[in-house]
């Protein structure tokens, strides 16, 4: 079996190679193709936002509605449509060697580009997040095309073994996540040739890393028979897709444990679940459509007496909250999230995951989580 699947891991590698090669060389091809006839160059690619967004509850995930936009080598755009090709060229080479990049280096090689140099690093993620989505019809992902993240993709600890491979030799590498000590286990950039066996129960994962030190600190996991993710803030790709790949291999339920303001519910919790606007073209794959919101809700404000424990709602924080219920289609899609919403603004205040530490330091662990999950069934979804 152990063969089978290494022998697996290895074919998809190289498919995913040659797709990753035959989209670059597809697009440069009809850019020289178009120079040659005496046309203007141009590469379509989808539009990133929440205007080109469609949501499916069946589906589960964000998708695109299907408006693109094109990039024609003008004047204006000359420069930009130089940096979409070298940046095509460095990751061919990439490929083509089995190396990478992170993003913050492939923002240093084009200080050698000259004129079409990036000025800042926004502008070459920019520009990468543009060539992905263009060869998202190809199922190629950044990962694919070998640049990766500077953060790391989030801590695990509990109820999982996680089986690597040494990039040299093939060799698997088991880690126990609940022999971990004091520490975790650090989710790696790319997560798809992992191996997973779990016995727990289900997965949590976590807004903010006080919450999930102290969670572990007391081996809260161990005594719910779970596995606890740390989030620390908006989920990266590589945490959202290994806890997409928890959810479905395992068959695990995810609950999702985070502020209650806007921010954790409109921004940390709707990425985790269904995606974003400016990552939609990659959206079926790097969400959890399963997960559910355990909390903190506005109702936990008023149901655990938090009331003197809050702050109040900033500008921003009701502007972020009535555009969700405005332009949102995930939000739109739910009429309980809508009433959980207004009601977090008719209140006008927020609250942190450590505000029930009002009660006591591990009242968290000892009365809240318990008495929530006992009611799972009710979750806002």
Known sequence: ??????????????????????????????????????DLPDMTMPQRNLQNVRFDPKAGYFEM?????????????VKTFAQTL???????????????????????????????????????????????????????????LRFVPEEHGGSVVGAL????????????????????????????SSVDHLQLESTAKFVLVIETGGMFQRLNHHRWWRNANCILVEMG??????????????????????????????????????????????????????CVPTARFMGVTPQDIIDFQLEDATHPLQPVDIKRAKDALKNDPF???????QKAIKQLLNMGVRAEQQAFAKWGLNFVIEEYLPTKLKKAKDFLP
């Open 331 to 337: 939000f739109q899609a739910y009429p309980k999230w």
């Open 1 to 38: 079996m152990a063969a089978k699947k290494k022998k697996s891991d290895a074919d998809n590698d190289e498919r995913l190679k040659h797709v990753a090669l035959s989209s670059i060389d597809e697009v440069a091809r009809g850019v020289y193709e178009q120079a040659q006839r005496g």
């Open 65 to 77: 509605k299907g408006n693109v936009k094109t990039r024609t080598l003008d004047v204006n755009s």
């Open 233 to 286: 803030g908006v989920p990266t790709r590589a945490t959202r897709r290994f806890v997409r790949r928890i959810a479905d291999d395992l068959k695990l339920p995810v609950y999702a444990f985070v502020d209650c303001d806007p921010y954790g519910i409109c921004n940390i919790y709707r990425t985790l679940k269904v995606g974003s606007g400016l990552a939609v073209h990659v959206s079926r794959d790097f």
């Open 86 to 144: 070298r940046l095509m060229a460095l990751a061919k080479e990439m490929v083509t060697k089995d190396d990478f990049a992170t993003k913050r280096e492939a923002y240093y090689v084009s200080k050698n580009w000259g004129d079409a140099k990036f000025l800042e690093q926004p502008e070459s993620d920019t520009v990468l997040d543009d060539i992905e989505a263009m060869f998202s019809v190809h199922e190629v992902t950044r990962e694919t």
């Open 161 to 188: 073994t996680v089986i690597d491979r040494d990039p040299e030799t093939g060799a698997p590498i088991r880690s126990d996540c609940a022999a971990m000590g004091s520490g975790a286990y650090t989710i790696p």
